[in-house]
């Protein structure tokens, strides 16, 4: 996995269940958290961040009803690289992730 995107939420085993049954069954490790994770090869990547907002968007007042807060969800961009590392992000993703407030992180490293 050379690069993938995830959606993750910070949680207790107790709120993860639920999670589940609002966004869908978690894909990550299951001992951090709920995620969702979008790898390189999937035909969802190029629109991945798209989806994750929209999915935060269409569920965000049913996740403060079980306690879920935006300081606890964060967006991820995980990208293996060689040479040189560039990417860009559409204005539209930029300003829906800081819209809702969260969190947009970005980890390179190098092959």
Same mark, same amino acid.
């Given at each position: 996995?050379?690069?993938?995107?995830?959606?993750?939420?910070?949680?207790?085993?107790?709120?993860?269940?639920?999670?589940?049954?609002? +966004?869908?069954?978690? &894909?990550?490790?299951?001992?951090?958290?709920?995620s969702?994770? %979008?790898? =390189?090869? @999937?035909?969802?990547?190029?629109?991945?961040?798209?989806?994750?907002?929209? +999915?935060?968007?269409? &569920?965000?007042?049913?996740?403060?009803?079980?306690?879920?807060s %935006?300081? =606890?969800? @964060?967006?991820?961009?995980?990208?293996?690289?060689?040479?040189?590392?560039?990417?860009?992000?559409?204005?539209?993703?930029?300003?829906?992730?800081?819209?809702?407030?969260?969190?947009?992180?970005?980890?390179?490293?190098?092959?």
């Amino acid at each position: 996995m050379s690069s993938f995107y995830k959606l993750f939420i910070e949680c207790d085993e107790q709120r993860k269940k639920m999670i589940d049954r609002l +966004l869908g069954v978690s &894909n990550g490790d299951p001992d951090i958290g709920w995620s969702l994770i %979008v790898e =390189e090869d @999937s035909p969802d990547f190029p629109h991945a961040l798209d989806a994750f907002i929209s +999915l935060i968007s269409k &569920n965000l007042a049913e996740l403060r009803e079980i306690n879920v807060s %935006v300081d =606890e969800i @964060s967006f991820w961009y995980m990208y293996e690289y060689e040479q040189q590392c560039n990417m860009e992000f559409a204005p539209h993703i930029t300003k829906g992730i800081g819209d809702l407030g969260i969190v947009f992180c970005v980890s390179c490293w190098e092959k």
